[in-house]
């Protein structure tokens, strides 16, 4: 529906497994490069694990997709395959009609196929795909077809590919006999920030996409903190956010289309939908160089403070332990933050009772601009930046650093909230219908 619109030849993030598209972060060139070597050596049986969504099957993909004119390829995708079922699939895979077979002739069946495969100078590999659903039968029948030998060689090479509990399961005692005879292992970690962005941004090029800036450099913390960096959940929040922009008539991906989405999507941030953490504190940001910028706060047009954003979340509200408390009724316990990452700020409201308004109108995120002020129950707030000259322009994110602090700024004691109500970490709700 929008590829006219944006000028894409193909859709970008598709949900398909199309090696591509293939993004190679560093964990996932290292996956490619394992998986390259365990293909040209007949000696090697690779596990390779990563979370849901973190790219495991396009990586498979794109190691089927070149050619292996000496090779024989079997893959089976286990979904609670019994033992038997998983040797007549792997039969069927190499040509074998194993239906009337019993389990010690498929076997048999299956161990004079790869000594002809490699009297004929071809070898055989064995994918196992979703890997985290074998059984300890199937794992024992892998590493009985994994120990043949002829003339001091292998013959056949086992590469797994699964979730986390793979390497669980392997690493359990009674399986010190599977674990020994495991050449390779790797993880694949989601991505960071950083590579949230530079994954968006490939996959747009791929598509034909022309417009560097079709998504706004300061929407790319929020993409990550609702998909968790995993590119299968990236893919489906960016594909509903450039339909949105397509019928709104809007030109450019930024936070509010990305909120939108998230609205329609029904999504919290990941951590809580995912992480077990019901009470996420802070945005997840990663630490960049900060310019100079500062909060004024004023009351009643006098100067009550100046707070420097020297820190990558500043929690604004009536509860003592924010960075900028407010004593005033209107003003909720934790009311907004402000976000800053590089020399890019803004302000975020935290679901409040009375709400955080800019000229008068009330936001739910907004990317703060230099001299604008923004009020809060009685308290006028104004941003001022001053960029450092060594300070990068736009958000840099070398490494993935959770910044979920405690909060230490506290008001005087015979000032402090002492409300009945007891006081938590909140969860900070990027899920709004109201939006800037």
Request: charge should be negative.
């Amino acid at each position: 529906m929008y590829l006219d619109y944006f000028n894409l030849k193909e859709f970008p993030f598709s949900l398909v497994s199309d090696p591509r598209f293939l993004y190679l972060s560093a964990d996932h060139s290292r996956v490619k490069a394992y998986m390259e070597y365990a293909m040209k050596i007949q000696d090697s049986f690779l596990v390779c694990t990563g979370e849901i969504g973190t790219g495991k099957t396009t990586l498979v993909n794109d190691a089927l997709a070149h050619d292996h004119p000496h090779a024989k390829i079997a893959r089976i995708q286990l979904n609670q395959h019994s033992s038997q079922e998983f040797l007549q699939q792997l039969a069927v895979e190499f040509a074998i009609a194993p239906y009337a077979l019993q389990r010690v002739e498929i076997l048999d069946k299956l161990k004079q196929f790869l000594g002809q495969q490699f009297r004929a100078g071809t070898k055989v590999f064995l994918f196992v795909d979703d890997a985290h659903n074998v059984s300890a039968s199937i794992l024992e029948d892998i590493r009985y077809l994994s120990d043949m030998e002829s003339q001091g060689h292998k013959l056949l090479s086992v590469i797994l590919v699964g979730q986390p509990e793979l390497t669980a399961l392997i690493d359990q005692p009674e399986m010190e006999h599977i674990a020994q005879r495991v050449r390779l292992r790797c993880h694949i970690k989601p991505l960071s920030p950083s590579e949230t962005a530079h994954y968006i941004h490939h996959r747009l090029k791929i598509a034909g996409s022309r417009q560097i800036t079709l998504f706004s450099n300061a929407c790319m913390p929020v993409i990550h903190q609702f998909t968790g960096g995993r590119m299968r959940l990236i893919n489906t929040l960016c594909d509903y956010a450039l339909l949105h922009c397509c019928v709104e008539k809007r030109q450019h991906v930024d936070i509010a289309a990305i909120q939108n989405a998230a609205n329609e999507l029904k999504w919290e941030a990941y951590e809580k939908r995912f992480g077990g953490n019901n009470e996420v504190t802070r945005f997840l940001l990663t630490p960049a160089k900060h310019g100079t910028g500062k909060i004024i706060v004023k009351q009643n047009a006098q100067l009550v403070d100046e707070v420097l954003l020297d820190k990558d979340c500043l929690t604004i509200g009536r509860q003592s332990d924010n960075d900028i408390p407010i004593d005033d009724f209107k003003v909720s316990r934790y009311h907004a933050q402000i976000l800053t990452q590089g020399n890019i700020s803004y302000l975020h409201d935290l679901t409040s009772t009375n709400g955080t308004f800019i000229n008068k109108k009330k936001i739910n995120v907004h990317l703060l601009q230099s001299g604008e002020s923004f009020v809060i129950g009685n308290y006028e707030f104004i941003f001022m930046q001053s960029v450092n000259v060594d300070a990068p322009q736009e958000p840099q994110a070398e490494s993935e650093a959770n910044v979920v602090k405690d909060i230490t700024r506290q008001m005087p004691l015979d000032q402090r909230d002492h409300t009945r109500i007891q006081p938590k970490k909140p969860y900070i709700s990027l899920v709004s219908a109201e939006t800037d």
